[in-house]
């Protein structure tokens, strides 16, 4: 299961300033839009947002009191990186696919794990959190954090919005890959668009007892049992030690083909509300402890209500741009989304598991501009304001600090400043080009989220 708004960082998925500020960036009545494959010759159709209505993938949705998503966030619906043959993005979701598709083979010699990388991104909100029972309130369901078609469709915060659905449809070991949307803060390792990718296995009682000795003694539940911090009240102990031991052998041999066969892994027990228990997985690299992803049993209400009541499962999810920025050595999250192929062809190999070390392109001196203005008295938040600067600067923008949080000690007024730094990917940037563009943000912020100028 992949997480929430802030639940695992964008380069995560289930990674740590994501995961932790919301779900916790884990995971996370389905509209017809939500089952619909998105288009596979090449012409998508464009987005466009009316004053009554948000047109994604080619359906209408009436606008309405929640609806905030923008053009520029739109426009990237679509664009599918994960599925660019040879984008560093694709290239790490085809080593996973690879390692899963020849480590673990079926009865029949096919391979276990089928994989689901083409599903649409607009889902309802049932799907996006009731369904995998995050309370209604919740702070990952915040409007500020979330892109809102309007109050019951959104563009999805993680992969786990189809969770239920794939099970429902008698898929017992898959995985599943695809762009997530969450508003988040503007720096070079977050981005509103990121791709996640999670994996998920059931066992029946006798796939999971049957190389236990006596195993047909053993059961998968128990009643009267109570929930602890080791288990779920409906399962046995027994049980969850087996699926607990499965699911962290079967991930660290994934980062182990990953990382190399060295690599030294430790678990952190944590918290997320579709699985218990729930652990952080932890890698160390070039001298650091870093999270890649996050996992745990799933809550059995959402087997159950899936219609796989009889069975238990594990379920695990990471972040595509996390695990490539860290194995390719990608300073920024923007340079994904760059059509220079100074950068693409650098990923053109003929065998995905090469070594790759990205050589960085020239790099285009920066310019800072600050913003700083007086806050309303209600309505404000940070996201609101970082979304605004994504709409007007775009990839322009590097990154977004608050610099000063002032309070006036006779009025109590408060104050915000902001230094934004501008740098593009490709050339150089002129001081009167960015005055343009940071004139239009000051003009939006005023006129949109209601602050007053100090400049």
Known sequence: MILGPSLLPHLQPWPRPLLRRLLS????????????????????????????????????????????????TLARVGRDLHNQTHHPLWLIKERIKAHFYSSYIGRWGNPLFSVHDNLSPVVSVEQNFDSLLIPPDHPSRKRGDNYYLNRTTMLRAHTSAHQRELVSSGLDAFLLAGDVYRRDEIDSSHYPVFHQMEGVRLFSNHELFSQVRSGDLLSLFERGGRRTPEKQETHSLEAVKLLEFNLKQTLTRL?????????????????????????????????????????????????????????????????????AMILFSIPDIRLFWSQDERFLKQFRVQDIHQPIVFQPLSKYPPLSNDISFWLPDDGFTENDFYELVRSIGGDLVEKVTLVDDFTHPKTGRRSHCYRIVYRHMERTLTQQEVRLVHEQIEGAAESELGVQGRY
């Open 25 to 72: 960036d884990l995971w996370t009545n389905g509209s017809a839009a939500s089952c619909r494959r998105l288009s596979t010759d090449g012409r998508t159709p464009q987005p466009a947002v009316g004053q009554d209505w948000v047109e994604v993938l080619g359906q209408s949705y009436a606008r309405d009191d929640f609806t905030n998503v923008t053009p520029k």
């Open 255 to 323: 980062v182990a083909q990953l990382f190399g066969e060295d690599v030294e892994v430790r678990w952190v027990d944590c918290y997320f509300p579709f699985t218990h228990p729930s652990f952080e997985m932890e890698v160390r690299f070039q001298g650091d402890w870093m999270e890649v992803l996050g996992c745990g049993v799933m809550e059995q209400e959402i087997l159950n209500s899936a219609g796989a009541g009889n069975k238990l499962g594990w379920a695990f999810g990471l972040g595509l741009e996390r695990l």
